[in-house]
């Protein structure tokens, strides 16, 4: 197995990990019941994507 000859310091560490930080999803509104939901997925409060009903909602 690979074995580091060398220990990273913490400010390449760090360096390398800046990218890894938890981004905001991308919210996009339901046309039906103007709620907003993460873009891409169905809506969990009308059961909508992309204007096609896909599942029933139990109220």
Not at 3 to 12: D, G, M, T
Not at 16 to 21: A, S, T
Request: glycine residues 8%.
């Amino acid at each position: 197995m690979a074995h580091p000859k060398r220990r990273q310091s913490k400010s390449r560490t760090l360096r390398r990990r800046g990218h890894d930080g938890v981004a905001m999803p991308q919210l996009a509104r339901d046309p039906e019941s103007g709620a907003w939901h993460i873009a891409h997925t169905v809506s969990p409060d009308s059961g909508y994507y992309r204007g096609k009903k896909v599942f029933e909602v139990e109220e």
